[in-house]
């Protein structure tokens, strides 16, 4: 028998210290009292490691790893290994949640017999955001069509999906509480620098029969405009090609995920307009640049997969109509002129 209800798992490299201290603390304010926080320090510098052990002292229900630097997947894993609790939930290190949080999915997961339950996040730049409480479950069932397909897209699409009231669904580990017994079955891949946090996902979600999907605002994202994200560089986009083609092995035998598959590739190189979108004049070699870098992702080797696997027969029509525009090359373009203009 597991010593708590719930294991909160951060991982933790260098953070502003302000940021931590702000995270840190809206979980020791948590209603709810049955969990443990697990902190996987990997590889910081000796200031902030000893900041970690001095924000937490005195908190028995604290426990801190420190490790050499081996990337965020490593670190999560451990943290899994680690964990004396019958569900898990993980949080980024600058990031803040609301009290309730714990207690609202706990409860939402139990009632339902759910076997993850999923909240909605709100991107914030600073410390100001207010927490509204408004309980409201929804159940999705795997068994029925909608549902499922739903439950791709949030996995695929993620925060790429259109935003409601309540802000966005993650399409990574946060904002979400997951049974023990499924979270700790799946590691997170470590020879990926990105998006390890969706195929966890799909792979976690795939095992869940019903999910609890919470109506309500738990956790605030911080948006840190310095992330490797938002800045242009070529080593991102091959990291990125190579995660895309990882996903596609984990894909590769579910027909129902390849549309968000291959959304998730547009969505992708989608960024390197949005970095372009933020330079206030552009140069003919920019402009140039950012369309070659656009092609590269776009007609790498997963996308071709999907051009020769042609499941696009039963895709909605919006879809369909950008694949279009993808194979015969001119989506790329577009986009990069609708940057432009908006420059």
């Known amino acids: ?101 714990l207690e609202d999915m706990y409860i939402a ?16 730049k600073d410390f100001n955001y207010r927490f509204s409480r408004n309980y409201s479950v929804e159940i999705l069932d795997r068994s029925r069509e909608r549902d499922k397909n739903f439950l791709n897209e949030i996995i695929l699409r993620g925060m790429n999906i259109e935003r409601n009231k309540c802000g966005y669904l993650s399409c990574g580990p946060c904002s979400i509480l997951v049974d023990s017994r499924v979270a700790k079955q799946i590691d997170f891949p470590d020879d990926i620098k990105y998006m390890e946090d969706v195929i966890w996902n799909y792979e976690v979600f795939r095992m869940a ?15 840190n405009s310095d992330s490797a994200t938002h800045v242009y ?43 372009y979108g933020h330079v206030s004049v552009f140069t003919v070699s920019e402009l140039k640049r950012a369309i070659e870098a656009s092609y590269k992702t776009t007609y790498a080797e997963p996308w071709d997969k999907i051009l020769v696997i042609k499941r696009t027969k039963n895709w909605e029509f919006k879809y369909k109509l950008k694949f279009i525009l993808y194979k015969i090359r001119f989506l790329p373009i577009i986009c990069v002129i609708r940057q432009l203009l908006r420059a």
């Open 109 to 124: 997961k139990v009632d339902t017999g759910a076997d993850i339950c999923v909240s909605y996040l709100e991107t914030v």
């Open 209 to 223: 029969n019903k999910v609890a999907k919470l109506q309500e605002t738990l956790y605030a994202y911080f948006e």
């Open 233 to 275: 560089k070529q080593s991102v986009i091959d990291e990125r090609i190579k995660a895309l083609i990882e996903m596609q092995k984990v894909l590769e035998l579910n027909e129902d995920a390849m549309q968000w598959y291959a959304l998730r590739i547009l969505c992708n190189f989608s960024m390197i307009y949005y970095q």
């Open 1 to 101: 028998m597991n010593e708590y209800k719930i294991s909160v798992i951060i991982p933790f490299f260098n953070t502003p210290l302000d940021l931590f201290d702000r995270c840190i603390e809206s979980l020791l304010k948590q209603t709810f009292k049955d969990y443990e926080i697990l902190i996987i320090d990997d590889g910081s510098s000796v200031d902030y490691a000893n900041h970690l052990e001095q924000k937490c002292v005195g908190q028995r229900n604290v426990r801190i790893f420190h490790t050499a630097n081996r990337g965020v997947s490593k670190a999560r894993n451990l943290g899994l290994k680690e964990s004396k609790a019958d569900n898990i939930c993980f949080i980024d290190s600058d990031d803040y949640v609301a009290p309730w949080m």
